[in-house]
């Protein structure tokens, strides 16, 4: 963002514009309406509610400043609940990022079928997560699911409604596969633009395969590759909270409670509405350093090419 | 081109299958899953081919009601979700391509102010304001309404900054010679910029549908009776891995109407939405 940004605002925009008053606003009050209704007006409530404290009965609330947030960061349940949502999102980026690199590597390499492969693959993506999470349990529960048979029938212990480590696999499972296919997309198009005679020219200095992919292709790819991360672990923190509320309910044990589902489980469920608020000005300020990581990746991708 | 051996291409084609069949299997089994009847799916394994009630357990879900969920049926569900898909994909592009307009191609007192307000909305999802947008709705009388689902929704970013980008990308020009012709900005608008903006807005509307498709928080709060559910919420009432009651089969047939006219529209125009999602991210 920055001045940069600014600069390439005005240098861009045509300046031969229409010359009317009234009609800009007009065009962007809709708009501009909804954003302050069902945007700023919400966030500004959470806010303020975040420094509210109310007694049991909902009568009386008094401002406490941070007293919320001490409370909420003391908590070993919301610190449980980090925990759980690092590893759940990291698991998740990262299983769903190797699986969609390996194959759009592979899929640069299938000179035949690339098209029919990537119809093939893009399914997921049209899933709502939450069906993602059920079709999974459907598959991996102990009592009906066919998978879970076989494990049983391969001798391997497996109970995602008890187990707490077991109920985490089986989210990341359904979260990752649901998130392969646009990865694959990306990583599609970041291999497109890799230049051949570059690989060509090492080709020819002997590089062998192997070793021309990690030496030319995948430094090449960072770029897409970081903005896929920071797009997982945001998809991974926010989207997925259909899979948590319909698969796991947060459970066993808490053992799958993601921050998300924590708000709104405490917030909307349990009815705390102080804490629930400080815990939603605690996400809001991960999704902003998010979203300025993202952007200054933008910016770096618009200097250097 | 660099010649490549015959087995590296083996072990490509063969990577590839492997990885369909892990992407696919979860769908394809659902699909099985919805043709047999409850008994069986009762006692695993399952077959892993189709059986004979495809017709006895579509019929029953789609024109008979469904217990679990009040008694609503599949087609109510599937009404409400393609209502709300089509309204927040519509409700977006509509309004974004308006604000973007506005913000591109006039000079006006608070023009960057509105941008900036548009543009911090990507920082406020639903799931940081869940509580507080929620009373919003109560006290507004949206709650189990269309407006409620959809309303809220349309208003993002993303589309906008799409569009903006594209808009500029327009040479002054070609205003210049709308307005010595005599057109307005409506005529503009309507007579150029829709038209030129033809392929952004295809590429929005199927990254738009399958958004208010696969919603799941925001209709889980706004509605409460059974008869305005999407049916990827009324799924989830019907699913309960506790009881033992479970219309699996019912379910199986939900599912696979959930997640097929989605992957329709993915499948089918898949040239936009590629290029869509690929541009309209980076």
């Known amino acids: 963002m920055g001045d940069t940004w600014i600069a390439r605002e005005i240098s861009l925009s045509p300046r031969v514009v229409f010359p009317n008053k009234i009609l800009p606003y007009l065009l962007v009050a809709p708009q501009l309406a909804i954003t302050l209704v069902f945007f700023y007006w919400p966030a500004g409530q959470a806010l303020y509610q975040s420094m509210l404290r109310q007694d049991p009965f909902g009568l009386k609330s008094r401002f406490v400043w941070f007293a919320n947030f001490r409370k909420v960061l003391a908590d070993p349940a919301y610190l449980n609940s980090i925990k759980v949502t690092v590893v759940f999102s990291l698991a998740t980026a990262i299983v769903a990022m190797v699986v969609a690199l390996l194959l759009a590597v592979m899929a640069e390499k299938a000179v035949r079928g690339k098209g029919l492969y990537r119809t093939l693959l893009i399914w997921p993506y049209a899933v709502a997560p939450a069906i993602a999470g059920m079709l999974w349990l459907f598959l991996f529960n102990p009592s009906i699911g066919s998978l879970a048979y076989l494990l049983r029938s391969l001798g391997i212990v497996w109970d995602p409604l008890l187990n707490g480590t077991h109920a985490m696999i089986l989210l990341v499972s359904a979260a990752a596969w649901k998130q392969i296919s646009y990865n694959f997309l990306f990583f599609v198009a970041g291999l497109q633009a890799v230049p051949k005679t570059l690989i060509e020219a090492a080709a020819m200095d002997g590089a062998g395969e192997t070793k021309r992919f990690w030496t030319i292709v995948f430094p090449l790819l960072a770029p897409t590759t970081f903005f896929l991360l920071v797009v997982n672990t945001v998809y991974a923190l926010f989207d997925t909270f259909g899979i948590v509320h319909a698969v796991t309910g947060g459970g066993p044990g808490k053992t799958t409670e993601t921050l998300v589902y924590k708000v709104y489980n405490d917030g909307f469920v349990n009815l705390i509405l102080g804490d629930s608020a400080a815990q939603s000005v605690i996400l809001m300020a991960i999704v902003i350093a998010l979203t300025a990581i993202q952007f200054r990746y933008v910016e770096r991708k618009v200097h250097y090419g | ?282």
């Open chain 2, 1 to 282: 081109m660099i010649g490549q051996s015959p087995l590296r291409t083996f072990i490509a084609h063969a990577v590839l299958i492997l990885g369909i069949l892990i992407v696919a299997f979860p769908i394809y089994y659902t699909f099985v899953a919805s043709t047999h009847t409850l008994q069986t799916i009762l006692r695993p394994p399952l077959p892993l081919l189709p059986g004979d009630q495809l017709w006895n357990n579509y019929s029953e879900a789609l024109f008979g009601g469904i217990g679990r969920i009040g008694g609503v049926s599949v087609g109510r569900l599937l009404l409400n979700t393609t209502i709300m898909a089509l309204g927040v994909a519509v409700g977006k592009i509509f309004i974004s391509i308006l604000s973007a307009y506005a913000i591109v191609f006039f000079r006006f007192p608070l023009r960057m102010t509105f941008f900036w307000l548009i543009f911090i909305t990507l920082m406020l999802p639903v799931e940081v304001r869940i509580l507080p947008t929620y009373k919003v709705m109560v006290d507004l009388g949206m709650i189990d309404t269309y407006a409620g689902l959809i309303v809220p929704l349309i208003a993002s970013a993303t589309a906008t900054l799409l569009f903006r980008q594209f808009f500029m990308t327009i040479p002054g020009e070609l205003v210049e010679a709308a307005r010595v012709d005599g057109a307005g900005p409506w005529r503009f608008f309507f007579d150029i910029l829709v038209p030129l903006s033809r392929t952004n807005i295809a590429a929005l509307f199927v990254i738009l549908f399958i958004y208010g498709w696969t919603q799941y928080l925001w209709p889980l709060l706004v509605t409460n009776s059974n008869d305005m559910n999407t049916i990827v919420i009324a799924l989830r009432k019907m699913v309960s891995f506790a009881d033992a009651d479970t219309q699996w089969h019912l379910v199986m047939v939900t599912a696979m109407l959930a997640i097929v006219p989605p992957i329709l529209v993915v499948v089918l125009m898949q040239r936009w939405f590629v290029r869509g999602l690929v541009e309209s991210e980076k």
